[in-house]
């Protein structure tokens, strides 16, 4: 059996359209329809404080000097 997968927002209660499907009139389809929880903006942010936000490596390939460490040993 070939599975095709797509993720729809649903526009109207109780509806859905799915189109350019690779079908043709006759065939015989089993639809699964899983409903996906979505989780608020603001509970988001407190799971992954920094998803969506810009970052950097200033001199990324340079080695770290030692002096730079506060935890090894002198």
Do not use: C
Not at 11 to 18: A, H, Q, T
Not at 52 to 66: D, I, Q, R, V
């Amino acid at each position: 059996m070939e599975a095709h997968s797509f993720q729809i927002i649903v526009v109207k209660d109780g509806s859905l359209s799915v189109e350019g499907l690779p079908i043709k009139a006759g065939d015989v389809l089993e639809v699964t329809i899983s409903i996906r929880s979505s989780i608020p903006a603001g509970e988001n942010r407190s799971l992954y404080p920094l998803r969506g936000t810009s970052f950097f490596y200033e001199n990324a390939f340079e080695p770290l000097a030692a002096e730079d460490w506060d935890i090894l040993p002198a």
